[in-house]
């Protein structure tokens, strides 16, 4: 951490890694993308981007990350993820491979691709709870939704109007953070603030 700034990390595996960049040095932060563990090591925070999870599980365990980012979770790193980042993050995903391995981090249930294919993308809004303002442009593509949470998970979020109007697509479990969406697409920078600021609390 240099002069108040938090170096936060975007695991740059596969998926919307420069748009996290961008969207988290317009939020304030130093953000670099992460590949290797020395890399991992320089960060007070991670962004697990959009992409595909199946992949980014695979390429974890290529790159030898995926116990020095657990042993990161443990010791309490504040990790984000955005789509596939949430799946990875979750405890439970429905309807993933069964070779699927994420880090376990927040305890929900996730339903991979839970609002259908690549055509079914769509947009809607969401109002995330500590986010000041109007609600979010909230933009689902192939997205998994939160289909059960456990104790000390917080609900940020939910799909505001619409077919999947109530759904679960944003939440919070400490220093661990998911969305659903994809706000690195739009020009609203107010959620990866937050993430900021979270890191910026935790340092």
Known sequence: MTSGTPVIGVLAL???VREHLAALVAAGADARP???TRELDAVDGLVIPGGESTTISKLVDIFELREPIDKRIAGG???YGSCAGMIMLATEVLDGRPDQRG???IAMTVRRNAF???VDSF????SITGVEGEPFHAVFIRAPWVE???DGVEVLGRVGDGPAAGRIVAVRQGNLLATSFHPELTG???LHAYFVDLVRSAT
């Open 14 to 16: 596969q998926g919307d």
């Open 34 to 36: 992460v590949r290797r």
């Open 77 to 79: 790193m504040p990790v």
């Open 103 to 105: 880090f376990d981090g």
């Open 116 to 118: 259908g294919r690549q």
């Open 123 to 126: 947009e809607a809004p969401v």
């Open 148 to 150: 059960r949470v456990g």
């Open 188 to 190: 609203d920078r107010r």
